[in-house]
Structure formats: structure tokens, C-alpha cells
């Protein structure tokens, strides 16, 4: 494939990416109001706290009460402006300038303080942290990191593979038999003709063991909302692209996945050719065989 011709699928999937991030709206929406009211609240503290001992600091020093203004000034100036930069970035969905530090606050910093405020208004965890997911994804996206084949891992959740099922896939997906009932063989497949390494995991300690043995410089993970949010906390500043699961018949039973998400992160994500099945694949995934 010629560089044109990557950079055009590149670009493609990308698009296909933001497209399919409008229907996230609500979710997004549920941020921006948390931001707002949060950055409110700190804004709110920070005047507080220099009213407060005003009188005593005229009495310390006449200017220092000038000087406490200037520097409580700069912080809700910086508290506006990072709010700002970070709405600006969810609405352009463009990488306008320190996205990945931008990510880094999100990720370690907003998020506690928005389920707090989401709690005090009303808003459920799950709906803040839906919105989290989603904010992450688009700010991952506009990062636009591409990496090699070998260094993007798909991270599954074992409550993907169907109940009665008893091969053991935790090891190895490659013990999958491909009987069809789950989604395991579909994938499995998907990741023999990306060329990328596959894992299951049954919860987050066996999740941050596969990250730290096989080292990918980006995560697709597939898992539910709790999951999720703390695989994209534990694992920053690895980029982590998250895909929810379906649930049909309630949390860890038999879930199930949007194979076309996985796929165009997939496409999204990979630095030139896909790959074809016929070629070798990354270490441990064994081509398919037709």
C-alpha cells in the first residue's frame, strides 16, 4: 500500500471515529455541565479563601493583600482557561495544544471531583463515568497516535466468552474453538487479520499484568463502565480507546460487543498496512487459517 494510500484509509477511519462520536452527545454534555460546575465551585473556594483572611493580611503587610489577589487571580484564571481549552477540545474535536497533558488532568485530577459534583446534582456514577469514556476517546482520537501492529493490544473481558463454554481463554484466546456462540471467535479473527495481540482478562490485576508483559504503546479495551474507568486511570499514560460492552442479560453474564467499534479502532489506530492472513502475526497470534 502506498503512503497516499494509508494516509487516506488513515484519515478515513478517523473520520468514521468522530462521526460515530456525535452519538455521544448526551455523554459529552454531562461533562461539560460537571466541568462548568466544578470549575464554578473551585473558583467559588479560591475567592472565599482570599476574602477571608483579607483583614489579616493588611494587618501582616499592606500590600500582601494586592499580592494574594494576584496570585488567587492567576489560579482562577488558569482554572478558567484549562476549562476552556478542554471544552474547546470536546466541541472542535481537534487536538488544539497539550492534549495529552489535558488527558493527563482528566484522567487523575477532574474525574473524582466530577462524580462528586455529578452525586451532589443528582447525575449517577455510571452516567459520569459514561461521559468520562467518552471524553477520553475523543481526546485519545485527536491525539492520533499510530503505532505498529505488535504494539496495539485488544483487552477483552472474560464475561464476553459464552457461560457454558468451558475452554479456558484467559491464558490464550487461541484455545477459543471458534464454536460461535460468543463473540471470541469473531474477534480472534480480527485480530489475525489486523495482526495485533488479543488478551482476556477476568478482572483489573490480571488486566495490568498482560499491559506490563506484553508493553503495547496503545490499549483498545472492551469492558464496562467500571472497568473501563479504571483501566484508563491505572494505565495513563498509555492511551486506552474505550468500547463499552452490551449487556442483554445483565453485567458479567454473557455480554456482548460492537465488532464494527473494535474494528475501525483497529484501522484507526494502526501505522500503515493491516496486515492479510497469510502473513506472520505478532508473537503469540497465530495467522487464521481459512
Not at 153 to 180: F, M, W, Y
Request: net charge positive.
Amino acid at each position: 500500500m502506498t503512503d497516499h494510500g494509508v494516509s487516506r484509509d488513515l484519515s478515513k477511519a478517523v473520520k468514521e471515529l468522530k462521526e460515530r462520536d456525535l452519538n455521544h452527545r448526551p455523554e459529552k454534555m454531562i461533562f461539560i455541565l460537571l466541568l462548568f460546575l466544578t470549575c464554578l465551585g473551585l473558583v467559588i473556594a479560591a475567592i472565599t479563601l482570599w476574602l477571608v483572611p483579607f483583614v489579616g493580611f493588611s494587618n501582616i503587610h499592606p500590600h500582601l493583600p494586592v499580592i494574594m489577589a494576584v496570585v488567587f487571580a492567576m489560579v482562577v484564571l488558569f482554572l478558567i482557561g484549562g476549562g476552556l481549552t478542554l471544552v474547546f477540545t470536546i466541541i472542535r474535536g481537534k487536538n488544539l495544544f497539550f492534549n495529552r497533558r489535558i488527558r493527563g488532568v482528566v484522567i487523575r485530577f477532574l474525574f473524582p471531583l466530577l462524580v462528586l459534583v455529578g452525586k451532589c446534582v443528582g447525575i449517577s456514577k455510571e452516567r459520569v463515568q459514561r461521559s468520562f469514556i467518552a471524553i477520553n476517546n475523543q481526546l485519545v482520537v485527536a491525539e492520533a497516535r499510530l503505532v505498529q501492529p505488535r504494539k496495539l493490544l485488544i483487552l477483552l473481558p472474560q464475561c464476553l466468552q459464552n457461560h457454558d463454554c468451558d475452554v479456558r481463554i484467559t491464558g490464550s484466546v487461541e484455545n477459543c474453538k471458534a464454536c460461535g456462540r460468543c463473540k471470541i471467535k469473531n474477534l480472534v479473527e480480527l485480530s489475525h487479520r489486523y495482526h495485533v495481540s488479543i488478551a482476556v482478562a477476568t478482572g483489573g490485576t490480571l488486566a495490568r499484568k498482560i499491559v506490563v508483559d506484553k508493553r503495547p504503546q496503545m490499549i483498545i479495551g472492551v469492558a464496562c463502565e467500571r472497568d473501563l474507568t479504571s483501566g484508563i486511570q491505572d494505565t495513563y499514560p498509555l492511551p486506552v480507546y474505550g468500547i463499552l460492552n452490551k449487556r442483554p442479560h445483565g453485567p458479567c453474564f454473557d455480554t456482548d460487543v460492537d465488532l464494527g467499534a473494535v474494528e475501525r479502532g483497529m484501522a484507526a489506530f494502526l501505522n500503515g498496512d493491516k496486515g492479510n492472513s497469510e502473513g506472520p502475526g505478532p508473537e503469540g497470534v497465530k495467522p487464521a487459517v481459512s
